[in-house]
């Protein structure tokens, strides 16, 4: 919220501050970009250590495989989507006491000399509504590809932080209502997952910086922090000069809490059963995780699963971008969630190496965790070339291994293996993950095979030991003594791909 004494700055010297960007870069390595963001968007803790007993919930452990789908107004630039307009993000690393250090980024930073400014103010970004028009929007086609690929549920961002709501909303004034006349995307979606048989996700954020424009600070928060002498910035990137009447932002918070109230209900009871909700962070305003309780939530679908970047706790944990070290022991049921090329929305850029996804995928399997892969369409709709191609080469792999995917637990404390490993009744899985240098992702990354040898421990002796993906019986030993079984497998068997192995007890 903004001081009511501001100190002002020159605009020239703020201008440059908020947008230094690869000079800094060298700082940002040890920022943890994820963190950041969720602190800025009120995601403090997520408990899920226990979830919905409902029966219609008890789908999710199985699932396996998820999508989750960005798209927002920022598709009309094919740019990322709400975080562009706010800057500041380098500085943010630590403050900058010294003042010849400080002196020398305003002179190398000098926007007007090198042709350096915001990638866009929070002005320009929302004009973008105009201009988007998704007269190629067919949700169908994404969700027929989808299943074919293996994913079991789809989630889609109703709203994100920029705060334009895909559906024509009763509440606010930023959606489809007031610049698509009244078109709804969110209902094609749902019922394009209900004709494939994929559950229902949907993606809906508390924050809304349309809606808190007048009252909130756009500048990356640590910056702030960092550097508290620095004003408050406004739409346009540059200093308020206003101040607020405390009686104008009460009023403002209780129109705020409404229309998140009222968003929610809207989407929970206009597009009949649905099976998840996403949310992802809390309105601005006190009390923000009592705006819309998980009692009220369960009250209008009494099936559905909650995640926790609302309200705190929920019936599952989310990790982004990055899993933990180990297999974590204090969660119920989990998921993970990351972008198939590196941003959550359509941006020119090239998907990671299917082997590197499928590297993610089974190591969420071996622990439990549901993988959510992330991309998004373009302004007009339709999703790009390489999303169907790359989704055509995952149901390939999934053609041949899926039985690996679904229905799979970590394997038990009593037995330990050399690999990522599951199991599944009778039969354990052995997860072949191939290897790329200094943890790129792209094929050209890929490091050759090499021969390895397998052990699994605590096992009976196996019936058989198979390759998933065409059945061929593998050679192994099984001493009885250790109850431990090993296998050979040399590098000319493996593929650039996740090769699976099915030990049959």
């Not at 169907?388 to 799979?408: H, P, R, T």
Request: charged share 25%; net charge positive; hydrophobic share 35%.
């Amino acid at each position: 919220m903004l001081r009511k004494n501001v100190i002002v700055f020159s605009v020239y010297t703020l201008m440059i501050l908020v947008t230094v960007s690869n000079n800094l870069s060298a700082q940002n390595t040890k920022r943890d970009g994820v963190k950041e963001e969720h602190s800025q968007i009120g995601i403090e803790r997520q408990e899920g250590k226990e979830h919905t007993l409902h029966p219609d919930a008890q789908w999710f452990p199985d699932a396996g495989l998820g999508l989750f789908i960005h798209w927002g107004i920022s598709s009309v630039r094919a740019m990322n989507i709400s975080w562009p307009m706010i800057p500041g993000r380098p500085l943010g690393v630590t403050r900058i006491d010294n003042q010849e250090e400080r002196n020398r980024i305003i002179r190398d930073m000098d926007y007007n000399l090198n042709g350096k400014k915001p990638e866009i103010t929070p002005l320009e970004y929302w004009e973008m509504a105009k201009d988007f028009h998704p007269d190629k929007y067919n949700p169908e086609l994404w969700i027929k590809k989808a299943k074919e690929a293996g994913f079991t549920y789809v989630v889609l961002t109703t709203k994100h932080h920029e705060g334009f709501a895909l559906w024509p909303s009763a509440y606010g004034s930023f959606s489809t209502k007031n610049y698509m006349g009244g078109k709804d995307l969110v209902r094609p979606f749902v019922e394009a997952c209900r004709k494939e048989g994929l559950k229902v996700g949907l993606y809906y954020t508390g924050p809304d910086w349309y809606f808190d424009k007048d009252y909130m600070n756009f500048m990356y928060h640590r910056v702030k922090s960092l550097n508290p002498e620095l004003p408050s910035l406004g739409t346009d990137l540059k200093p308020r000069t206003n101040t607020i009447n405390p009686d104008d932002e009460k009023k403002h918070q209780a129109l705020y809490a409404q229309m998140v109230k009222g968003q929610v209900e809207e989407l929970l009871t206009n597009y009949g059963k649905i099976d998840l909700i996403w949310f992802d962070g809390k309105p601005g305003i006190p009390n923000a995780d009592k705006v819309i309780t998980q009692e009220r939530i369960r009250e209008l679908q009494p099936g559905i699963l909650i995640n926790p970047r609302m309200h705190g706790k929920g019936d599952f944990i989310t990790y982004e971008r990055r899993l933990p070290e180990s297999r974590p022991q204090d969660i119920s049921w989990a998921e993970f969630c990351n972008p198939w090329n590196g941003n959550w929305v359509y941006v020119e850029r090239p998907y990671k190496a299917l082997g590197s996804v499928l590297s993610e995928l089974v190591k969420c399997r071996a622990w439990g965790i549901n993988y959510l892969l992330g991309f998004g369409p373009m302004g007009n709709g339709s999703l790009a070339p390489e999303a169907y191609s790359n989704m055509q080469k995952l149901a390939e792999w999934m053609k041949l291994n899926k039985d690996a995917v679904y229905n799979v637990r970590p394997l038990p404390a009593t037995e330990k293996a050399s690999v990522l490993a599951s199991v599944q009744g009778n039969k354990r899985y052995l997860y072949l993950v191939p290897t790329f240098k200094d943890n790129r992702s792209s094929d050209k990354d890929l490091l050759p095979n090499e021969d390895i040898v397998v052990t699994l421990t605590g096992i009976t002796k196996p019936r058989k030991v198979v390759f998933q993906s065409n059945g061929e019986k593998l050679k192994f030993q099984f001493s009885k003594e250790k109850s431990e079984m090993t296998i050979a497998i040399p590098a000319t068997q493996r593929s650039n791909l996740v090769d699976v192995i099915a030990v049959y007890l």
